[in-house]
């Protein structure tokens, strides 16, 4: 029997290969910073439009 903590890792291994898989093919990316700055407005309940990707 699959755990769902096992579930959420291989949703977690899948969506990082799709990732970068979608990186190498544009090279389009977002600093740490970058979305570290996007998440505060988020939390502090700001209606904010995600960073542009940039390469």
């Known amino acids: 029997m699959v755990t769902e903590r096992e579930k ?4 977690f291994r899948r ?3 799709a990732a970068w898989r979608a990186y190498q093919a544009d ?3 977002l600093t740490a910073d970058e979305a570290d700055a ?3 407005k988020l939390e ?3 209606d904010a439009e995600p ?3 940039h390469g």
Not at 8 to 11: C, F, L, S, T, V
């Open 8 to 11: 959420r890792r291989e949703q």
């Open 15 to 17: 969506d990082a290969a």
């Open 27 to 29: 090279g389009l990316h």
């Open 38 to 40: 996007w998440l505060r």
């Open 44 to 46: 502090a309940g700001e």
């Open 51 to 53: 960073p542009e990707s």
